[in-house]
């Protein structure tokens, strides 16, 4: 399977919603080897309170001071935390912009633990994917190259992933569509089995790329199904090399 979908970009900002910040903007990633990463931390919502901040991998935020975070500002990313100490349990992105609170990051909260972060290195602008239905590279496979899937539904695909090659870039995977639930994170390489990327199933049923935003303007993407764009944009009129429109 091969994706291409059109865009539609708007500036200023968006409202509140896990998987989506404020920040995200279109285009390709620029990051790399020469990336520079700037997360701070808060312990209490709204950024107040005691503040560590961080260019490099914590394994524990508590030995920095901080008994718990409460709210995150990225100034330069993208950045995984994660439940537990050492990079453990349940993981979340953070891309560059300003987490208030809990449920700006997640949607999929168990409990308040946020204990650990590292930088999430985005290797290519480029971005491409591919999922398998069974481990081990067997099975219906899926290819997904440039492009954000909400629903892997739509596709044909249902919900079993359970092995992926990462050949370009970073991605997330979540257990439902609409970018939510528990979050997984996808960098470069192969994944023979669920349990490689954290996951107890295989489950996921979106997946978006992951992107370094120090060289992007402010903004975000909705992506949309040629069929869906035709049908309320007449894009039959447009010329051939349409991409989007822009606000």
């Known amino acids: 399977w091969r994706f291409v979908n059109f865009s539609l970009e708007c500036r200023g900002k968006m409202s509140e919603q896990q998987g989506a910040p404020e920040q995200l903007a279109a285009g390709k990633s620029q990051g ?6 700037k997360v701070v931390v808060f312990e209490f919502e709204n950024f107040c309170g005691k503040k560590v901040e ?16 409460g709210s995150i500002i990225v100034e ?19 891309e560059k912009g300003e987490y208030p609170r809990w449920s700006t990051w997640t949607n ?32 219906r496979k899926m290819e997904i190259v440039d492009d954000d899937v909400p629903s892997l539904w739509v596709h044909g695909f249902q919900d ?16 439902f569509p609409g970018y939510r639930g528990r979050q997984y994170i996808i960098e ?3 994944y023979k089995h669920w349990n490689d990327w954290g996951a107890s199933t ?18 975000f993407c909705f992506f949309f199904l040629c069929a869906a764009v035709r049908s309320v944009a007449n894009l039959t009129l447009l010329p051939a090399n349409f991409t989007g429109f822009t606000f």
Not at 109 to 138: C, I, M
Not at 161 to 169: C, D, E, F
């Open 32 to 37: 790399g080897a020469g990336a520079t990463y």
């Open 76 to 94: 330069s990313g993208p950045w995984v935390a994660f439940e537990r100490q050492a990079f453990g349990g349940e993981q979340f992105v953070l």
């Open 108 to 139: 999929s909260q168990t409990n308040n633990y946020l204990l650990s972060l590292r930088p999430l290195k985005v290797d290519s602008a480029d971005h491409k994917l591919h999922l398998f239905e069974n481990p081990g590279f067997a099975g």
């Open 202 to 219: 295989p489950q996921i049923q979106s997946v978006r790329r992951v992107r370094d935003m120090q060289w992007h303007k402010r903004g």
């Open 188 to 190: 470069n390489g192969d």
């Open 54 to 69: 961080l260019s490099a991998e914590c394994k524990n935020v508590i030995e920095k001071g901080c008994e718990k975070v």
């Open 160 to 175: 079993r992933v359970a092995s992926i090659k990462a050949t370009n870039g970073a991605w997330v995977g979540y257990m």
